[in-house]
Nanobody
Framework: QVQLVESGGGLVQPGGSLRLSCTVS????????MGWYRQAPGKEREYVAH???????NYADSVKGRFTISRDNAKKTVYLQMESLKPEDTAVYYC??????????WGQGTQVTVSS
């Protein structure tokens, strides 16, 4: 059974930074593409970024140039470094395989709130 544990969220002022972590267990982490997703109140979950098994990366236009996704296969962990945060980045952030398989379990997420 795959388990995903996200951490690192919090309250930050506009322009600030946060680093999210997601530790994965119960699967062959290194072979999978991994992604970060987010869900703002009242909105659908949306794609943020993903990283391939060879560490190529891709980002949603809304975060390009501000967020950086990375992975440590030995630690089975994927990271999201977020810079120049904006109020519209406020959401619960989740990680999962990319693309997330239909019916795949999700972790509890980590809340990011950008507010002055």
């Amino acid at each position: 059974q795959v388990q995903l544990v996200e951490s690192g969220g919090g309250l930050v002022q506009p322009g600030g930074s946060l680093r999210l972590s997601c530790t994965v267990s119960g699967t062959l982490f290194s072979i999978y593409y991994m992604g970060w997703y987010r869900q703002a109140p009242g909105k659908e979950r949306e794609y943020v970024a993903h990283i391939t098994s060879t560490k190529s990366t891709n980002y949603a236009d809304s975060v390009k140039g501000r967020f950086t996704i990375s992975r440590d296969n030995a630690k089975k962990t994927v990271y999201l470094q977020m810079e120049s945060l904006k109020p519209e980045d406020t959401a619960v952030y989740y990680c999962n395989r990319h693309p997330a398989p239909i019916g795949a379990p999700w972790g509890q997420g980590t809340q990011v709130t950008v507010s002055s």
